[in-house]
């Protein structure tokens, strides 16, 4: 694997690994800023958005009890949620 370079903060190593995380859909198979400037990228995201985040929670959180409203609860429990 040839040098990477994360464009945000000029570091770079030799094993992309170490400091990339995985991201399929670039040609070398890791994400174009290392983890330690992406993970800053995304909370400052993240904090201009705030809308977003409260609404991508919430219809995770709705899928999750709509699972769970399918899921029937077992005889020898029923009584437990009773």
């Not at 400091?19 to 198979?29: A, H, I, Q, T």
Request: with cysteine.
């Amino acid at each position: 694997m040839a040098y990477k370079i994360c464009p945000r903060c000029g570091r770079g190593t030799d094993d992309p690994a170490t400091m990339f995380g995985r991201n399929k859909r670039e040609k070398d198979g890791y994400s174009t800023y290392c983890s330690t400037c992406k993970r800053e990228i995304n909370r400052a995201w993240a904090a201009a958005h705030p809308e977003k985040i409260k609404l991508k929670s919430l219809a995770r959180s709705d899928a999750s009890l709509r699972v769970r409203a399918k899921t029937p609860i077992p005889a020898d429990l029923q009584d437990m949620f009773l």
